[in-house]
Nanobody, 120 residues
Framework: QVQLVESGGGKVQAGGSLRLSCAASGTGFRINVMGWYRQAPGKQRDLVATITTGGSTDYADSVKGRFTISRDNAKNTVYLQMNSLKPEDTAVYYC??????????????WGQGTQVTVSS
């Protein structure tokens, strides 16, 4: 079992910055892809960014050039640096990881979510 703890959300004015963190803990697993998703009120949960163990990244078009995803493999932690925030970035941000556990089975896990609110 993997537990995810997110931190770093909050309220900021347009043009500001926030940094989200998500730490994975537990035993008997190997983290694979780590990523961030977001869900605005009344909308579906959408991909924001992902990063592989080797550091390859992928971003939603709406955040390219403004957000940066990174990870610390030794700490099983993923980060999302969000710059030049816009009101449309307002959402609950969820960390997601895939982890290989016993017998090579891969599971997906979600964090509890952290609110990001950007005011105009």
């Amino acid at each position: 079992q993997v537990q995810l703890v997110e931190s770093g959300g909050g309220k900021v004015q347009a043009g500001g910055s926030l940094r989200l963190s998500c730490a994975a803990s537990g035993t008997g697993f190997r983290i694979n892809v780590m990523g961030w998703y977001r869900q605005a009120p009344g909308k579906q949960r959408d991909l924001v960014a992902t990063i592989t163990t080797g550091g390859s990244t992928d971003y939603a078009d709406s955040v390219k050039g403004r957000f940066t995803i990174s990870r610390d493999n030794a700490k099983n932690t993923v980060y999302l640096q969000m710059n030049s925030l816009k009101p449309e970035d307002t959402a609950v941000y969820y960390c997601r990881v895939t982890a290989t556990q016993a017998m090579g089975v891969v599971y997906g896990y979600w964090g509890q979510g952290t609110q990001v609110t950007v005011s105009s």
